[in-house]
């Protein structure tokens, strides 16, 4: 990756990915939204339930830091 790129450490939970892909590193030229994250994963924004940038809650629309850790987890029920 040159200067001015962007790197991600990605973690997937739940059933969203097959367990091979759950952890990947994404790399992109410039900023992107957590919500550009889940779609360059392949995954549907309706799938998520929470997401986090480096622990703290975010909406899909934040945009990721460089060298950020984004979690995803599907919907959550229970009780």
Same mark, same amino acid.
């Given at each position: 990756?040159?200067?001015?790129?962007?790197?991600?450490?990605?973690?997937?939970?739940?059933?969203?990915?097959?367990?091979?892909?759950? +952890?990947?590193?994404?790399?992109?030229?410039?900023?992107?939204?957590? +919500?550009?994250?889940?779609? +360059?994963?392949?995954?549907?924004?309706?799938?998520?339930?929470?997401?986090?940038?480096?622990?703290?809650?975010?909406?899909?629309?934040?945009?990721?830091?460089?060298?950020? +850790?984004?979690?995803?987890?599907?919907?959550?029920?229970?009780?």
């Amino acid at each position: 990756m040159g200067g001015g790129g962007f790197s991600f450490e990605v973690e997937v939970f739940g059933a969203l990915l097959p367990p091979g892909r759950r +952890r990947q590193r994404l790399d992109a030229d410039g900023p992107l939204t957590v +919500r550009d994250v889940v779609v +360059r994963l392949g995954l549907d924004p309706d799938d998520i339930g929470l997401a986090t940038v480096n622990g703290v809650q975010v909406p899909l629309e934040r945009e990721v830091p460089a060298a950020s +850790r984004v979690c995803l987890f599907p919907p959550m029920s229970g009780g």
